[in-house]
């Protein structure tokens, strides 16, 4: 999927048509920054060794892995049973939740494609996903400077665009645990999925290097790691800009294929894509807010199409 900050700006140069499709609500800004970065807080979650209790890890890839179909009637479900401004809130983090899931059905393909690319091109032996957070990271530093103009992404300061407000964490996290309930039959609590948000923040912030000195110590730290794991901590790290030694968003137009569906060829840019999904995430949007009034079915518009791959997904 892509990285933070690419859901950030997706999210951020949609907010004034999201608020157009959605004119029956007060939208939340930081409630739908927080849903576009979807299940990927899960991934935070007690990541560190310091942090205790279990980590909801797994449940991030169970939900990227699931029938969207069935994920999003259980957020319809729960947005049924709110009223007043817990409504609004849960509304607006799920159209950002719906922003997280556009954008990675339509980019996720070209991500994976890539990162096979780049494993064949290179001869790459250690952990392939740390390849896959190596493409999503390049791009991230290709699109802040290129949407926000940042000079330098290592300073990039993502945990600033999170908000600490309790009312509004509460919010959110009764939407993210009655769908993984629900949807997953995952037992996660309200406390554990506002503390995931929490965790998201915290890490956000290390994983800043705004001084420089994180990058020469994660690359010292990973030596006993690398011949099994490779840069795996670094490729978190942004640095000032991306790796020019390959075409990460696709500028030149290379022909790439969908790894779950071969037949299917691309040449689009990843900027292409970007762009694709801000007009499925309008569409998903509109289609929720129907269901929401009793208009239309949601499963239609969602199709089943998978986060990772763009294909329906496997009953």
Request: proline share 5%; net charge neutral.
């Amino acid at each position: 999927m892509p990285a933070f900050s690419t859901h950030y700006l997706f999210a951020r140069e949609l907010m004034a048509q999201i608020e157009a499709a959605a004119p029956d609500i007060r939208l939340d800004a930081d409630a739908v920054y927080y849903g576009t970065q979807g299940p990927d807080v899960l991934f935070f979650h007690r990541i560190l060794p310091t942090m205790p209790g279990k980590s909801l890890n797994p449940a991030g890839s169970r939900m990227h892995r699931a029938n969207p179909n069935v994920l999003f009637e259980a957020m319809l479900s729960y947005a049924r049973t709110l009223e007043g401004a817990q409504r609004e809130r849960a509304l607006s983090y799920i159209y950002g939740f719906l922003c997280h899931y556009a954008l990675d059905r339509v980019a996720h393909p070209y991500i994976y494609a890539t990162q096979y690319a780049i494993i064949k091109a290179r001869h790459i032996w250690y952990l392939k996903g740390v390849v896959h957070n190596r493409v999503e990271y390049e791009i991230d530093m290709l699109m802040l400077r290129r949407h926000l103009q940042v000079k330098s992404a290592r300073k990039f300061e993502t945990r600033d665009v999170l908000s600490t407000d309790g009312v509004l964490l509460e919010a959110m996290a009764g939407v993210l645990s009655s769908a993984a309930q629900e949807a997953l039959n995952v037992p996660m609590t309200q406390a554990q999925a506002r503390q995931a948000f929490c965790d998201t923040r915290i890490m956000q912030s290390l994983l800043t290097d705004r001084h420089g000195w994180k990058l020469p110590l994660m690359t010292l730290l990973q030596l006993p790691v690398y011949p099994f794991l490779g840069p795996c901590l670094t490729t978190m790290l942004r640095r000032t800009q991306a790796d020019t030694r390959w075409d990460y968003t696709n500028d030149q137009k290379a022909a790439w294929a969908y790894p779950a569906d071969p037949e299917r060829v691309s040449r689009e840019s990843f900027e292409e894509l970007f762009e694709r999904a801000k007009q499925d995430a309008l569409h998903l949007i509109s289609a929720f807010r129907e269901a929401l009034l009793g208009n239309g079915a949601l499963d239609e518009a969602i199709g089943g199409v998978s986060f990772l791959t763009g294909v329906p997904v496997d009953e």
